[in-house]
């Protein structure tokens, strides 16, 4: 099993001739059983395909030939257009919206999560790489190429939540080299306002017999990390979680803006220190490198035995 | 080493005058390593050779054998066999 | 990006928002004039984008134009936490009988705008919510319905006021709210918001921060403070470095190389992407390493972005080595790197094999990239070898093993004065 997508998922891809659309469209196409993306949609270009993809002009026209509700779409827009994007998917019956567009401004972003809530949806990003389930599908660039997502992701009974597209295969590779595979690899994005938090993610893999623990990439910024936390005590939660927490130099750099644009201290609660010290508390252990994170999860699998 | 170069574009004399050839290419190509002179003879832009992300589209779009890329750094040559002029 | 003051209050009135007579002066003369037209006390407030500007001595009062550009003239000469004022605002001193607290923040978990409101202004809200809880009020609203000014009264009169004083702030906050959103702020702060003698309300002194994002939208508005596109903002002014770091990233569209920060050290970094950024930083300095600069590279950049980026990092004084290190890449290509990064020490009249101490990057492309890493004699690692080991195999070359331990005191001083601009 997995969480968020399976081998029947459909999606389409919004804005889909674009340069990295392109690519990606492949990609996903190449993957594991070969994802069933039903349609594209870039304004004005109805009637054209990518890799075989039929392109429409509007997302109702994606939903008409598919003959039936489309489960999920992959929003790769500027940013000054992913707001009407997402609107427009929400809007057509679309459940799960993955935004991989940066540099949207959050009052966009709190709109779109807004309405989504509304429409009972869920939104994963802005600003990220998507979600993978090994062997089996990927919605989204995360992983790249289907040769190169193979050699970093296996299926297997770790859940993987990243704040860091790109470190989330970095992760994800380190457990495969292990030998320990990963049951659905996500990857939230790095904005200061996004979709879908570790603690928001959690009720889905709590609930996927597959998954025994859980990975996480952290980093300073935000209050996500406490969400997690109060989560992980509120509800004793089964999983067992490691985290990694990257940008320790930033506790001593108040103000300035590193990596993702969430990711700056701007109050004592969201330095790397403090963060770790409330996960600790929850009994969520932080792994000081990467290459470390394997032997923690199996001694925490172990243990549990 | 002392040089940085890593690619080489080699274009058979046989349709280096092919106009037509020119324009097709200086469209393919996705980091402008083709360019067209004033009289649409074909010009390739040295400053560009080494942005060539091997992906054959300009191969594809001449006649076989006519359009090579040699990688510098492996002696190898795209599309792979093909023997290069003057060694 | 945040603003100044004086802007601040531009905003805030242009909103609607009743805000004192004032001027922005650049000299003393200004400030006395404008204090003539305001006609009558005055204060004299330090421009700069630091906090603790009345312990350091950047708020004067004056009763006089006389003494009001006498004020001026010291206060645009004080350096106030690292920064020299922008020039000085001259502020009616108003007779206020009380102060409150009105702001609008963006609550990241909840993914919604909250309004604050207080009836205790004029200190900072953290101390007030912590010491005097129960006059905090607070409220989120929606980003998609309008604002209704109902909301605003609500939660005014959940502190138990009410008469006129509701009724007058009750469209300020509203506003404040309102304009909170179109104008893509991530804090709208009016603290104090004083009542004054006659009953009226006005913003007392305002506190604004926009979103870096939004800025594109935002020209007008930014245009009509007269914000130019190259001020950052930022918790320190960018250096020549960092500039020439913002160039390189504007050479073309193809990807990212650039983000760059300064720091002091004698390895130079080439890294990405953001995630691997980070955590390539961090691991180099837990090896004891040095680190010359922060940056990030990513998006799949052209030759010519890498090879400007490294050059900028050989370049810098003090660099002794670089590192080229990334996490697993899926969309930059590896052999596109290693070219970029190459031609940079050879152009340089380097050798690439003694300049970089070691390249990892593995992902897309790796094959050919290899290829081209051996064809120089670099030394390189793929996925088998971990960020923190790739990070302390390039300290132990440029610190022949003794590394670890050496903390960078450098950075630390870097950092420290930094830190201390901070001081909101």
């Given at each position: 099993?997995?969480?968020?997508?399976?081998a029947?998922?459909?999606?389409?891809?919004?804005g889909?001739?674009?340069?990295e659309?392109?690519?990606?469209?492949?990609?996903?196409?190449d993957?594991?059983?070969?994802?069933?993306?039903?349609?594209?949609?870039?304004?004005?270009?109805?009637?054209?395909?990518?890799?075989?993809?039929?392109?429409?002009?509007?997302?109702?026209?994606?939903?008409e030939h598919?003959?039936?509700?489309i489960?999920?779409s992959?929003?790769?827009?500027?940013?000054?257009?992913?707001?009407?994007?997402?609107?427009?998917?929400?809007?057509?019956?679309?459940?799960?919206?993955?935004?991989?567009?940066e540099?949207?401004?959050?009052?966009?972003?709190?709109q779109?999560?807004?309405?989504?809530?509304?429409?009972?949806?869920?939104i994963?990003?802005?600003?990220c790489?998507?979600?993978?389930?090994?062997?089996?599908?990927?919605?989204?660039?995360?992983?790249?190429?289907?040769?190169?997502?193979?050699?970093?992701?296996?299926p297997?009974?770790v859940?993987?939540?990243?704040?860091?597209?790109?470190?989330?295969?970095?992760?994800?590779?380190?457990?495969?080299?292990?030998?320990l595979?990963?049951?659905?690899?996500?990857?939230?994005?790095?904005?200061?306002i996004?979709?879908?938090s570790?603690?928001?993610?959690?009720?889905?893999?709590?609930?996927?017999?597959?998954?025994?623990a859980?990975?996480?990439?952290?980093?300073p910024?935000?209050?996500?990390?406490?969400?997690?936390?109060?989560?992980?005590?509120?509800?004793?939660?089964?999983?067992?979680?490691?985290a990694?927490?990257a940008?320790?130099?930033?506790?001593?750099m108040?103000?300035?803006?590193?990596?993702h644009?969430?990711?700056?201290?701007?109050?004592?609660?969201?330095?790397?220190t403090?963060?770790?010290?409330?996960?600790?508390?929850?009994?969520?252990?932080?792994?000081?490198e990467?290459?470390?994170?394997?032997?923690?999860?199996?001694?925490?699998l172990?243990?549990?035995? | 080493?002392t040089?940085?170069?890593?690619?080489?574009?080699?274009?058979?004399?046989?349709?280096?005058?092919?106009r037509e050839?020119?324009?097709?290419l200086?469209?393919?190509?996705?980091?402008d390593?083709?360019?067209?002179?004033?009289?649409?003879a074909?010009?390739?832009?040295?400053?560009?050779?080494?942005?060539?992300?091997l992906?054959?589209?300009?191969i594809?779009?001449?006649?076989?054998?006519?359009?090579?890329?040699?990688?510098?750094?492996?002696?190898?040559?795209?599309?792979?066999?093909?023997?290069?002029?003057?060694? | 990006?945040?603003?100044f003051?004086?802007?601040?209050?531009?905003?805030?009135?242009?909103?609607?928002?009743?805000?004192?007579?004032?001027g922005?002066?650049?000299?003393p003369?200004?400030?006395?004039?404008?204090?003539?037209?305001?006609?009558?006390?005055?204060v004299?407030?330090?421009?700069?984008?630091?906090?603790?500007?009345?312990?350091?001595?950047?708020?004067?009062?004056a009763?006089?134009?006389?003494?009001?550009a006498?004020?001026?003239?010291?206060?645009?000469?004080?350096?106030?936490?690292?920064?020299?004022?922008r020039?000085?605002?001259v502020?009616?001193?108003?007779?206020?009988?009380?102060?409150?607290?009105?702001?609008v923040?963006?609550?990241?978990?909840r993914?919604?705008?909250?309004?604050?409101?207080?009836?205790?202004?004029?200190?900072?809200?953290?101390?007030?919510?912590?010491n005097?809880?129960?006059?905090?009020?607070?409220?989120?609203?929606?980003?998609?319905?309008p604002?209704?000014?109902?909301?605003?009264k609500?939660?005014?009169?959940?502190?138990g006021?009410?008469?006129?004083?509701l009724?007058?702030?009750t469209?300020?906050?509203?506003?404040?709210?309102?304009?909170?959103?179109?104008?893509?702020?991530?804090l709208a702060?009016?603290n104090?918001l004083?009542?004054?003698?006659?009953?009226?309300?006005?913003a007392?002194?305002?506190?604004?921060?926009?979103?870096?994002?939004?800025?594109?939208?935002?020209?007008?508005?930014?245009?009509?403070?007269?914000?130019?596109?190259?001020?950052?903002?930022?918790?320190?002014?960018?250096?020549?470095?960092?500039?020439?770091?913002?160039?390189?990233?504007?050479?073309?569209?193809?990807?990212?190389?650039?983000?760059?920060?300064?720091?002091?050290g004698?390895?130079?970094?080439?890294?990405?992407?953001?995630?691997?950024?980070?955590?390539?930083?961090?691991a180099v300095?837990?090896?004891g390493?040095?680190?010359?600069?922060?940056?990030?590279?990513?998006?799949?950049?052209?030759?010519r972005?890498?090879?400007?980026?490294?050059?900028?990092v050989?370049?810098?004084?003090?660099?002794?080595?670089?590192?080229?290190?990334?996490?697993?890449?899926?969309?930059?290509?590896?052999?596109?790197?290693?070219?970029?990064?190459?031609?940079?020490?050879?152009?340089?009249?380097h050798?690439?094999?003694e300049?970089i101490?070691?390249?990892?990057?593995?992902?897309?492309?790796?094959?050919?990239?290899?290829?081209?890493?051996e064809?120089?004699?670099?030394?390189?690692?793929?996925?088998?070898?971990s960020?923190?080991?790739?990070?302390?195999?390039?300290?132990?070359?440029i610190?022949?093993?003794?590394?670890?331990?050496?903390?960078?005191?450098?950075?630390?001083?870097?950092?420290?004065?930094?830190?201390?601009?901070?001081?909101?």
């Open positions: 099993m997995s969480i968020l997508i399976d029947d998922t459909t999606f389409i891809v919004q889909i001739t674009g340069r659309a392109v690519n990606l469209v492949k990609e996903c196409l993957y594991g059983a070969g994802a069933k993306i039903v349609g594209g949609v870039t304004p004005g270009r109805k009637g054209r395909d990518v890799h075989g993809v039929p392109v429409f002009d509007t997302v109702a026209q994606c939903v598919h003959r039936g509700p489960d999920g992959v929003v790769t827009v500027p940013p000054a257009f992913t707001k009407d994007a997402v609107f427009e998917a929400l809007q057509n019956g679309i459940k799960l919206v993955v935004i991989v567009t540099r949207i401004p959050r009052g966009d972003v709190a779109m999560v807004e309405l989504a809530a509304e429409r009972e949806a869920r994963i990003g802005p600003n790489l998507g979600v993978i389930v090994p062997d089996v599908i990927k919605m989204g660039g995360i992983g790249g190429p289907a040769r190169d997502a193979a050699k970093s992701y296996t297997g009974t859940g993987v939540i990243s704040r860091s597209g790109g470190m989330t295969t970095e992760m994800s590779s380190t457990l495969t080299a292990a030998g595979g990963q049951s659905t690899a996500v990857s939230i994005g790095g904005d200061a996004i979709g879908s570790y603690a928001e993610l959690m009720p889905l893999f709590e609930a996927d017999p597959q998954t025994e859980i990975v996480i990439y952290t980093e910024g935000g209050r996500m990390e406490a969400e997690l936390a109060r989560y992980v005590t509120e509800n004793d939660s089964r999983l067992p979680i490691v990694f927490m940008g320790r130099f930033m506790d001593e108040p103000g300035m803006s590193f990596g644009a969430g990711t700056i201290v701007e109050g004592k609660e969201d330095t790397a403090e963060k770790i010290a409330r996960l600790a508390q929850a009994g969520i252990v932080v792994a000081e990467i290459s470390v994170i394997p032997d923690i999860v199996k001694d925490k172990g243990a549990r035995v | 080493m040089d940085a170069l890593f690619i080489d574009v080699e274009v058979d004399a046989s349709v280096a005058q092919d050839l020119a324009a097709k200086t469209e393919v190509c996705p980091v390593i083709f360019a067209q002179s004033d009289d649409g074909l010009e390739i832009v040295q400053e560009n050779l080494d942005e060539c992300v992906c054959e589209l300009c594809n779009a001449a006649p076989p054998g006519t359009v090579k890329v040699i990688k510098l750094y492996s002696g190898e040559t795209l599309p792979a066999g093909a023997a290069v002029a003057g060694g | 990006m945040r603003f003051e004086y802007e601040s209050r531009a905003i805030v009135a242009k909103a609607g928002i009743p805000i004192t007579k004032q922005f002066a650049k000299t003369e200004e400030a006395r004039r404008i204090a003539e037209q305001i006609g009558g006390p005055v004299i407030k330090s421009q700069v984008l630091s906090g603790g500007r009345m312990k350091a001595g950047g708020v004067k009062f009763d006089t134009p006389d003494e009001a006498g004020h001026a003239e010291r206060i645009l000469e004080l350096e106030i936490g690292g920064h020299m004022p020039g000085v605002l502020d009616d001193r108003a007779d206020v009988k009380h102060e409150y607290y009105a702001g923040v963006w609550d990241g978990i993914k919604l705008p909250v309004i604050l409101f207080s009836d205790m202004g004029g200190i900072d809200i953290e101390e007030v919510a912590e005097h809880p129960d006059h905090v009020a607070r409220a989120h609203f929606s980003t998609l319905r604002f209704s000014d109902w909301q605003a609500q939660l005014i009169s959940s502190l006021v009410t008469g006129s004083a009724n007058r702030l469209p300020i906050l509203a506003r404040l709210a309102r304009l909170f959103l179109s104008y893509d702020m991530t702060e009016i104090p004083g009542e004054l003698t006659d009953g009226a309300f006005v007392l002194d305002a506190h604004m921060d926009m979103e870096n994002e939004a800025r594109p939208r935002q020209k007008e508005l930014l245009h009509e403070l007269g914000v130019g596109d190259e001020e950052t903002r930022q918790a320190r002014e960018p250096t020549p470095f960092e500039l020439a770091g913002e160039q390189v990233d504007a050479m073309d569209h193809r990807g990212v190389a650039g983000n760059v920060t300064e720091f002091d004698n390895l130079g970094l080439v890294i990405g992407a953001g995630g691997g950024s980070l955590t390539l930083f961090d300095r837990a090896q390493g040095k680190p010359a600069n922060y940056c990030e590279i990513g998006g799949n950049p052209s030759v972005k890498a090879c400007g980026l490294a050059k900028l050989l370049q810098k004084p003090g660099v002794e080595r670089i590192a080229v290190m990334m996490s697993i890449v899926s969309n930059t290509r590896v052999d596109i790197v290693a070219r970029g990064v190459i031609k940079a020490c050879v152009e340089l009249g050798d690439p094999a300049k101490a070691i390249f990892r990057i593995p992902g897309a492309w790796e094959e050919e990239g290899f290829k081209i890493l064809r120089y004699g670099i030394e390189y690692a793929d996925r088998s070898v960020l923190h080991e790739a990070a302390r195999r390039a300290v132990e070359k610190q022949g093993g003794n590394g670890a331990g050496a903390e960078g005191d450098q950075f630390r001083q870097t950092t420290a004065e930094i830190g201390s601009e901070t001081d909101v």
